[in-house]
């Protein structure tokens, strides 16, 4: 049975965000509901029993779904390895920070530095996600190094900053300085990307299906069909997650860069986009 927690009222924010590190299936998986109430969660200074905040219901297992509003609530399944964690509600900041494993699903929008540091794992966000999607943590090299997000809305600015492998795709539009510094991986957007993507970008793929402004560091490598993004298509869909049909239909404009830093990634496009 899964563990349940319904929230009971949603908290006046503190100074800081509320740090939710202990809603994770590692942390909460064959605990008792005794024992599930007596977790801490840290308000502000001071830490406040999870039984406070939360009616919880059934126990043991490492399925987890949490009801409510949890924008004030910080790192939601952090550092999660294993397991399933469902949020019908939005999430606060750094939502799967550290996420190494199982799946996170947020019914609702999540907040900015979402999947910091993921190495593993799917995070899925049914609505729209903040800015410093998938950011390296803070003095790490490098960014999102494995796993898969999947955001139903669309995302802020600077996703994918320094991102070493994995895949990210967004249905939706994704804000300036994406993918900046770019090692590998795969950046698939079916909305619009602003400006400035791919700035020093080594290797990877970006996928604007609605196009973006390339810099001009960013040199023509002719148009033409790329049967290998079926592959990738078909794994979406199989996630339950909408390919549109235009992407599978199009002949993309490959632009290779960013030549400044002699670096061989790509940039693709529908040929005809802008």
């Known amino acids: 049975m899964p563990i349940l927690l319904k929230l009971k009222r949603r908290p006046a924010p503190p100074a800081a965000p509320i740090d939710a590190s202990s809603l994770c299936p590692d942390r909460l998986a064959g605990l008792g ?55 019908r509600g939005a999430v606060g900041p750094r939502a799967a920070a550290r996420m190494r494993g199982g799946t996170l699903l947020v019914d609702g929008r999540a907040g900015d530095h ?48 320094r991102m070493r492998r994995g895949l990210i795709a967004i249905a939706g539009d994704l804000g300036e300085a994406a993918a900046c510094g ?19 970008l080594r290797r990877g793929t970006i996928l604007a299906l609605g196009g973006t402004a390339p810099l001009p560091t960013f040199l023509p490598a002719g148009s033409q069909r790329l049967p290998f993004l079926e592959l990738f298509f078909d794994a979406l869909e199989s996630a339950a997650f909408p390919v549109p049909a235009p992407a599978r239909r199009a002949a993309y404009r490959r632009l290779v860069g960013d030549v400044s830093g002699r670096g061989v990634g790509e940039i693709l496009m529908p040929a005809g986009t802008s």
């Open 182 to 200: 770019m090692l590998a991986g795969s950046l698939f957007v079916f909305g619009t990307i602003g400006r400035g993507a791919g700035a020093l």
């Open 114 to 161: 979402a999947g910091e540091g993921m190495t593993g794992g799917l995070l899925r966000i049914r609505g729209d996600a903040g800015d410093h999607l998938a950011a390296p943590v803070p003095g790490a090299p490098r960014g999102m190094n494995r796993g898969t997000i999947l955001i139903d809305g669309s995302a802020g600015r600077m996703a994918a900053a």
């Open 33 to 87: 509901r005794r024992e599930v109430e007596r977790l801490p969660i840290l308000v502000g200074r001071s830490d406040v029993p999870l039984g406070e905040l939360f009616q919880v219901s059934g126990d043991g297992g490492e399925a987890i779904e949490v009801e409510g509003d949890l924008s004030p609530f910080a790192l939601v399944g952090a550092s999660m390895s294993r397991g399933r964690l469902v949020v």
